[in-house]
């Protein structure tokens, strides 16, 4: 059976459907799937092994110039590559109108949410099988249970399995022992205060642990500059692309992510983390996996789920923090020292195991 799947984005995304691969895999001996995914993303997908082809898309691109993306061919061919194998069936697990459209070049009946599932109802009119899958759930046991329907068997118990071989990731042999921070993400609002990254890593300091910091854009290395400034046991590492930084995260001994598409990479890689949340909501696109430890801030307006911090501090506020480098203040309640103390305890467990 040849199955084409259509998840595009984001990073967290496209590895929140990886475990449902896992089971479909498990319960039909044979299946083989395409994926249509973003560009930057298409490294992901061939670290599956039911992964056959796949298929690179540009929608962020060519949306920037759509005439240029005509004339180059490259539209064209993209839709040469949709009709160049015979599909079985075709699952859009992304529930978008975007990803929906792309699905009309495909001979092949198509399977995604219904109007009450998709994140975008209008999509499910491009449909022949609109499937009910209930919301409230996490990302990864929301896609389990599309693939289980559309594809006919019974959901596996228990947790997902990304069904990725980390061990081939891993460098010997092992250097060092190190935590990695991965502190970069899109929203302003989502950003651990960069005083709390540099507090954190002189705690790791006193412990005798290294810290590593990766980064992904010039704003991104030069935080990382200012969080090592000075410190013997942080280290920026250079430039590297989705395959280096997996295999970095594969070798670290724990990690602290804020709420970022690697974060989600880490817990497909089995790496003990803990994940800060300040104004996203951990219930439902938090970090899958063994080991996965989410702090979510409780004050009072978290999680917003907005990308620009509306709060008005009070004047107790204004006494008790520094405001202009303690902000958004729902991190004030996920402060280095409650960071710095089930770090350690996580790092303690993992050299007892």
């Not at 599956?48 to 796949?54: E, S």
């Not at 409230?136 to 997902?160: C, I, N, S, W």
């Not at 978290?302 to 303690?326: G, H, I, M, S, V």
Request: net charge positive.
């Amino acid at each position: 059976m040849r199955v084409l799947l259509v998840k595009t984005s984001s990073l967290g995304d496209v590895i929140h459907a990886l475990p449902a691969l896992t089971d479909a895999a498990r319960a039909i001996p044979g299946i083989t799937f395409d994926w249509v995914v973003e560009e930057g993303f298409a490294e992901i997908p061939t670290w599956h092994p039911a992964v056959g082809k796949v298929i690179p898309v540009a929608i962020r691109r060519w949306r920037k110039n759509i005439w240029d993306t005509i004339k180059s061919g490259e539209w064209r061919r993209f839709k040469q590559s949709l009709r160049a194998e015979k599909y079985d069936l075709v699952i859009d697990a992304q529930g978008l109108v975007k990803s929906a459209w792309l699905t009309r070049y495909v001979n092949a009946p198509v399977a995604g949410l219904d109007k009450d599932s998709a994140r975008e109802p209008l999509a499910s009119r491009f449909y022949q099988r609109r499937l009910a899958v209930a919301r409230g759930q996490h990302a990864v046991e929301r896609l389990r249970q599309l693939f289980a329907v559309a594809l006919g068997y019974d959901l596996p118990k228990g947790l997902g399995d990304y069904g990725l071989d980390v061990e081939r990731l891993i460098e010997l042999p092992r250097n060092k022992p190190y935590v990695l921070f991965l502190h970069g993400t899109t929203w302003d609002t989502k950003h651990w205060p960069e005083v709390y990254w540099r507090d954190l890593a002189l705690r790791m300091g006193h412990m005798g642990v290294e810290v590593r910091l990766p980064w992904g854009n010039p704003a991104e290395k030069a935080r990382a500059e200012r969080i090592a400034s000075g410190l013997n046991n942080a280290v920026v590492l250079p430039k590297l692309n989705l395959a280096g930084v997996a295999k970095v995260l594969a070798s670290a001994s724990a990690c602290v992510a804020v709420d970022t598409g690697l974060g989600h990479l880490a817990a497909a890689l089995d790496v003990p983390t803990i994940s800060l949340f300040g104004p996203t909501n951990p219930g439902l696109t938090g970090a899958y996996g063994k080991v996965q430890i989410h702090l979510a801030s409780d004050f009072p307006c978290a999680p917003c789920l907005q990308k620009k911090c509306t709060y008005t501090p009070t004047a107790q506020d204004q006494q008790r923090f520094d405001l202009k480098n303690e902000w958004p203040l729902c991190f004030t309640r996920l402060n280095p020292e409650r960071v710095a103390s089930r770090l350690s305890t996580l790092l303690l467990a993992e050299e007892l195991r």
